[in-house]
């Protein structure tokens, strides 16, 4: 009897272990820092103190109450390049804090 292996490419053994491992979420994170500061620039990227996911929200720290107010403007604009650059559809909405 012989016995066949499962073979995959590595591109495919690379994103099964990422889901089994659950890194998922955190290089999504760092994508969208990539993105961020390429889509923002310098000065809005050192006004920003920290991203995280928490239920399909990216939320976004800032420390400066007037550039959150302005953000807050244009956050489908946003949100809609964050995913257009991520190609994914795992984050719905955007919040600035």
Known sequence: MSLRRKEQTSN???K???KALGL???LLILEIE???KNMMGDVICKHTLKMFID???LFIQLNSASLRNELNYNQA???S???KE???KYINKIKFI
């Open 86 to 88: 991520t190609h994914t």
């Open 77 to 79: 604009a946003i949100l």
């Open 34 to 36: 990539k993105i961020w």
């Open 81 to 83: 390049e964050i995913i």
């Open 24 to 26: 998922e979420e955190k």
């Open 16 to 18: 099964s272990l990422i």
């Open 55 to 57: 239920k399909k929200v």
């Open 12 to 14: 495919s053994a690379i």
